[in-house]
């Protein structure tokens, strides 16, 4: 596909458990960001990869987040335990540079139980 | 901290109309402010962005306004149709600095026919 994809687009889970979302970036992208939204709020910033560089974990809001980025192009966003409060849409954007001018994906939806 | 404080959180303007939605920001480094339109259901896509050297910039029926000694900027949809119904976004970044963006917490317009 052209665009940034996710999946799933949808995932419900207990309370407890771990849960992987995935994000394919467009190709040749090598800027990669996850983003957070809560329901009527704006989104929230939590990790970036640029190239092989380390990426920018500053906003992961605890230690249940984590996420990689395999051969520079899919990531996945891990969240261990989930809690009530990691429910929200994670959304992923990818660019060739700058954080402004990325395509974002359609998101996931989580929902926590 | 909110970074970026948006107004208001959800608005109502009938066909034909201007719809105005504002912004506020604090870190004087920020110089770039995009803004982004979202629809249900995808993830948002960039609409409009100025750099703070001008203080407007006109795409079609949409300009931004920049004020940079208040440190305020605008969105102003001319014309407004039932197609911008929309969640729309500000955000800002900092070029020469981290490569996240900080984001509005958002306005639901909707327009009326």
């Known amino acids: 596909g052209a665009g940034v994809s996710q999946s799933p687009s949808n995932k419900v889970t207990e309370k407890g458990k771990d849960v992987e979302l995935r994000c394919d970036p467009i190709s040749g992208h090598t800027a990669l960001y996850w983003y957070r939204q809560s329901l009527g709020q704006g989104l929230e910033f939590l990790i970036y990869?640029?190239?092989?560089?380390?990426?920018?974990k500053s906003g992961l809001p605890s230690d249940r987040f984590s996420a990689e980025r395999t051969g520079g192009s899919v990531s996945t966003l891990t969240i261990q335990r989930t809690q009530q409060e990691d429910s929200a849409v994670y959304l992923c954007?990818?660019?060739?540079?700058?954080?402004?001018?990325?395509?974002f994906g359609p998101g996931t939806r989580l929902t926590v139980l | 901290q909110q970074q970026v404080k948006q107004s208001p959180q959800s608005l109502i303007v009938q066909k034909g109309g201007i719809s105005i939605i504002n912004c506020a920001y604090e870190?004087?480094?920020?110089?770039?402010f995009p803004w982004y339109q979202q629809f249900p259901g995808k993830g948002p896509a960039l609409l409009i962005a100025i750099r703070p050297d001008v203080s407007e910039k006109k795409e079609g029926r949409f300009t931004i306004s920049f004020n940079k000694s208040a440190k305020q900027f605008s969105l102003h949809i001319m014309d407004s149709q039932p197609g911008d119904s929309a969640t729309y976004f500000c955000?800002?970044?900092?070029?020469?600095?981290?490569?996240?963006?900080?984001f509005g917490q958002g306005t639901r317009l909707t327009i009326n026919p």
């Open positions: 990869f640029q190239g092989n560089s380390a990426p920018d």
């Open positions: 870190n004087t480094a920020f110089d770039y």
């Open positions: 955000a800002a970044e900092a070029l020469q600095g981290a490569q996240k963006l900080v």
């Open positions: 954007a990818s660019s060739f540079t700058g954080a402004s001018l990325a395509f």
